[in-house]
């Protein structure tokens, strides 16, 4: 990461690491009709979340293991809001406040389609969630950044956060109106739709510019990057 990136060298231990599902307006459009059938029945309400535990998380250059079947994962590409201090029902206006920093993260995910009650089999394998360095927040926006995947070298997406359901300001608002996050809690604003897939072999590199790069690999079970 380049130095001219100020990091959080002091930003604390690292908490929960929540994901946030359906915050994507195309995803929430493609889905619509699925929504009125069972399970759903009905288009949520409230952010749906769920937790990447301790074994997921995976640091700058990362191997991260490909299970046989299916032989490929979804790199859902995607930004994480660091919590700077406790957040209790606040308010949209206020909820930047409580953002000391960013992530670049690599949320990977088998891939489905199901997006009731998620598998923690499809979301939480050992080093399903590399991470960069905590970026300060100062001076980044993250309303008008840009996040693009390559692969092997070559740029197979890229994505902005216009199209978010909930904008960082509102998903922290109704996210802390039912639980509270902590100091050091980190907050996805979510997948995109169209997310790019991945097989053993590649490299795959995250750019954000103002917060920088992430880089990680992908090897076979068994290869170097079996579970643990």
Known sequence: MSS???TLAACGALGTVYGSL???????????QAFTQPPYKAAPKAPVLYVKPRNTIADEGAAVAIPLQPGTVRIDATVGAVIGRRATRVSEAEALDYVSG????????LPHENYYRPSIQLRCRDRFCPMSQAVSAQGFDLGVATLRVLINGEQVYERD????????????????????????????????????????????????PGLGKLSHTFVSEGNGGEER
């Open 4 to 6: 001219a990136i100020p």
């Open 22 to 32: 359906l915050n994507d307006r195309a995803t929430v459009e493609r889905l619509a």
């Open 102 to 109: 960013y992530r670049v993260v690599s949320d990977i995910t």
């Open 161 to 208: 956060f216009t199209g978010l359901v909930r904008p960082l300001s509102r998903l922290t608002a109704d996210v802390t109106e039912f639980m509270t996050l902590e100091v050091g809690d980190v907050l996805l604003v979510g997948p995109p739709e169209g997310a790019p897939l991945a097989r053993p072999g590649d490299r795959v590199e995250l750019e954000v």
